[in-house]
């Protein structure tokens, strides 16, 4: 027993006792009446406080891990469980790090990472982060960049950088790592290059207003390339070439470079024309108010909007999409290129609701309502986009094939939920008016979290109280229109 096990039984205390009554001061602690030398004084401790924590974490982060796969490896040796199953208790172990955390299971896998470098490898970090003389990020730029040495030569990199741990930059101390594993172990270095060249990917993420990013992780030279290639191909755009009507088109042309450039590689990449309208199918889930203004709530959600999985947006933009779309009549096979779909929501507006299916897999109309209900993985802090619609209770149990026993997930935590310890259950069905939304409940061997479905229209808007007698304004119009016919 250790002189701080016995430190805590003579206290009465545990760990996790001392570090929520902390917890409770620092929440408690208030900042009126400090001088500006006090006010700087409490940024600074809290600072210190953070790396120290962090520290702390990542000990009881890797102890946590090695424990837990340490128990499955003797059950594989001993054969009791197949090669396949130890694997799926070792991805659960760190998903239970995910929710602990209250981060997504990448997140986690790296969290991990990073808390056994620091605790097996890289003392000297390790012991500047308990002082709290650096934040987690710079203790997390040297377990990076020394990712590729061997756990030797990583810890002579660590005592290299002792030096510049405190004092340098973020650029500078991962520049100074990035020498140390050069000038250590060059073919580890060019090995990690060609490595990350297997990981290239092209992914999309919202921005704000209204806008988005569209990356490309590729080789160096082939991205500068291609870069090198708009630049030139912009440039281009301004020397005439003998053409009349072309040449008149490219003067009136008043788009910056950087709108030209976006523009072109968004319509090669697209397949589209200039100018052509994207033909690609958004579903834009929107309020009655957006097609007809002036007939919405009075509870300020006349302009509803969302892109499922990317975010908000602003009715103006919606409609004016909507009259693009409608300028450009029929597409290049004679069919529109314009579907209007209604979506059926509980009568305020929250959640999205639905039939049920006799198929054992969620597949058609069912699975795409599902996708649009839960918009990404349910489970709380994975942002990753919806890759599996699972029943929550399983078919071999009873379990139907309903919106209510659906839940979207990521395809880490589908197979997560099929750890030991691991088990699903439906709170609410979300179908009843006033019922509240879909709700699962999500128990692992330490503990459990809720999984709610989100509003239909994202979290941040104004709540819609339920109106379930009278019909909806758009409704209304119709119904008048009607009339009148």
Same mark, same amino acid.
């Given at each position: 027993m250790t002189h701080q096990s016995i430190t805590d039984q003579v206290s009465g205390t545990t760990v996790p006792g001392r570090l929520r009554a902390v917890l409770a001061e620092v929440s408690a602690t208030g900042v009126d009446g400090l001088t500006e030398v006090e006010l700087l004084e409490v940024v600074a401790?809290? #600072?210190?406080?953070?790396g120290a924590a962090a520290a702390a974490q990542a000990r009881a982060t890797a102890r946590f891990v090695e424990e837990r796969d340490a128990?499955?490896?003797?059950?594989?040796?001993?054969? #009791?469980?197949?090669? !396949?199953?130890? /694997?799926? =208790? !070792?991805?659960?172990? !760190? /998903?239970?790090?995910?929710?602990? $955390?209250?981060?997504?299971?990448?997140q986690a896998d790296r969290h991990v990472g990073a808390a056994r470098a620091l605790v097996h490898e890289l003392p000297g970090t390790m012991a500047v982060l308990t002082a709290g003389e650096i934040s987690e990020w710079r203790a997390t730029i040297v377990v990076r960049e020394t990712a590729c040495l061997s756990p030797e030569r990583r810890r002579e990199a660590d005592r290299r950088l002792a030096g510049g741990l405190r004092d340098l930059?973020?650029?500078?101390?991962?520049?100074?790592?990035?020498?140390?594993?050069?000038?250590?172990?060059?073919?580890s270095v060019v090995e990690r290059r060609r490595r990350a060249a297997a990981s290239r990917h092209v992914s999309v993420r919202p921005a704000p207003?209204?806008?988005?990013?569209?990356s490309i992780l590729g080789p160096l030279v082939d991205v500068v390339g291609a870069h090198v290639a708009l630049r030139a191909a912009e440039q281009a755009r301004h020397v005439a070439t003998g053409?009349? #009507?072309?040449?008149?088109?490219?003067?009136?042309?008043? $788009?910056?470079?950087?709108?030209?450039?976006?523009?072109?590689? @968004? #319509?090669? @990449?697209?397949?589209?024309?200039?100018?052509?309208?994207?033909?690609?199918?958004?579903?834009?889930?929107? /309020?009655?108010?957006v097609l007809l203004p002036g007939t919405g709530s009075d509870a300020g959600g006349a302009?509803?909007?969302?892109?499922?999985?990317h975010g908000a947006l602003a009715g103006?933009?919606? $409609?004016?999409?909507?009259l693009r779309l409608l300028d450009e009549g029929d597409d290049r096979d004679g069919e529109t290129a314009l579907w209007l779909r209604r979506l059926w929501t509980a009568p305020y507006g929250r959640d999205l609701?639905?039939?049920? /299916? !006799? $198929? =054992?897999?969620?597949?058609?109309? @069912?699975?795409?309502l599902i996708e649009l209900r839960d918009a990404t993985c349910r489970v709380p802090w994975c942002d990753a986009p919806v890759r599996e619609v699972d029943h929550v209770r399983p078919v071999a149990r009873g379990g139907e094939t309903s919106a209510s026993n659906g839940m979207g997930v990521c395809q880490r935590h589908n197979l997560d939920k099929e750890a030991p310890g691991w088990r699903a259950e439906v709170i609410s069905t979300g179908l009843d008016p006033g019922g509240g939304p879909h709700e699962v409940r999500l128990t692992t061997p330490a503990g459990e979290v809720r999984c709610l479905a989100p509003p239909l229209l994202g979290l941040g808007r104004a709540e819609r109280r339920p109106v379930v007698e009278q019909p909806s304004a758009l409704e209304a119009r119709l119904l008048a229109l009607l009339d009148a016919a």
């Open positions: 401790l809290l #600072e210190m406080t953070k128990r499955v490896a003797e059950m594989a040796a001993a054969e #009791e469980i197949s090669r !396949r199953e130890a /694997s799926l =208790r !070792r991805r659960a172990t !760190r /998903s239970e790090v995910a929710l602990a $955390r209250r981060c997504s299971p990448g930059g973020d650029r500078a101390l991962a520049a100074a790592a990035h020498r140390a594993c050069v000038d250590l172990d060059q073919e207003d209204g806008m988005a990013w569209l053409d009349p #009507e072309a040449d008149a088109a490219a003067a009136a042309d008043e $788009r910056g470079r950087g709108a030209w450039m976006t523009d072109t590689a @968004l #319509e090669l @990449l697209s397949g589209r024309a200039p100018g052509q309208a994207q033909p690609v199918e958004i579903g834009l889930v929107m /309020s009655e108010g302009d509803e909007v969302e892109v499922p999985g103006d933009l919606a $409609r004016e999409h909507v609701v639905a039939v049920d /299916s !006799r $198929r =054992r897999l969620f597949a058609g109309r @069912l699975r795409r």
